[in-house]
């Protein structure tokens, strides 16, 4: 049985348990009385599905790493634009971005780097003893090289000074048992430093515990009528 298969299977016993209805094509589903289209899937889904939402509903784009690709942020940014629909990018497993998008705008950055440490299981099946470096460059490649591991890289680059420029480092640790995100900036405005430590998710190790709790500010922030930070 393929993915869609076990999702047509398993569905609706999902939408019984949470009093919804589940859907089967994107044409019915964008036809409903829902607001916002929230997307948890992956980068080739969010690619795949991201236009036809724009046009209908706002969307919440999970797999923030779609955004590497400039040319698909370019576009779905004018889609959106022309749709009056809003694209909502929430902060993940990672904060500051406020400060950074501040530290753009006042005179600019000088430079952004994102060290992030993880259990070496999470992101290779390889036996280590030790810690490893297993990635050092652009948030774009880190993206391309570790899809599922760096949508923090992107929201970072967004936040700040691109995908091109923004420095990252990944590191496969042994030795520790949360999800570590270390971001350096500086600029005009002076520096930043902050450490954000992470439990990973219990069902999926590869993200953290907290990012299922920023969707959920994301949304609240959506409706709110007053919004502290952006």
Same mark, same amino acid.
């Given at each position: 049985?393929?993915? @869609?298969?076990?999702? @047509?299977?398993?569905?609706?016993?999902?939408? $019984?348990?949470?009093?919804?209805?589940?859907?089967?094509? =994107? +044409?019915?589903?964008? +036809?409903?009385?829902?607001? =916002?289209?929230?997307?948890?899937?992956?980068?080739?889904?969010?690619?795949?599905?991201?236009?036809?939402? =724009? +046009?209908?509903?706002?969307?919440?784009?999970?797999? =923030?790493?779609?955004? $590497?690709?400039?040319?698909?942020?370019?576009?779905?940014? +004018?889609?959106a634009q022309e749709s009056r629909h809003r694209i909502y990018l929430p902060s993940g497993a990672i904060g500051g971005l406020d400060a950074l998008k501040a530290a753009a705008l006042d005179g600019g950055l000088e430079s952004v780097t994102l060290t992030t440490r993880k259990p070496a299981h999470s992101l290779t099946a390889e036996e280590m003893t030790a810690e490893q470096t297993l990635f050092e460059g652009s948030a774009r490649d880190a993206i391309e090289q570790f899809p599922k591991n760096a949508n923090v890289a992107i929201v970072l680059s967004l936040a700040g000074m691109g995908v091109e420029k923004t420095n990252v480092q990944i590191i496969a640790d042994p030795a520790v048992t949360q999800n570590i995100h270390h971001i350096e900036a500086k600029g005009a405005f002076g520096e930043f430093e902050m450490t954000i430590k992470n439990n990973p998710s219990p069902d999926n190790p590869k993200t953290s515990h907290i990012t299922g709790a920023s969707i959920l500010a994301a949304l609240a922030n959506s409706k709110s009528a007053v919004v502290v930070g952006s």
């Open positions: 049985m393929d993915e @869609r298969e076990k999702a @047509r299977v398993e569905l609706p016993a999902i939408a $019984a348990e949470y009093e919804c209805l589940a859907f089967h094509d =994107i +044409q019915s589903f964008l +036809q409903s009385d829902i607001d =916002i289209v929230v997307e948890c899937s992956n980068i080739e889904t969010a690619k795949t599905y991201a236009f036809d939402v =724009i +046009q209908e509903k706002d969307l919440m784009v999970i797999s =923030i790493g779609a955004f $590497a690709d400039l040319s698909f942020a370019t576009q779905l940014t +004018q889609a």
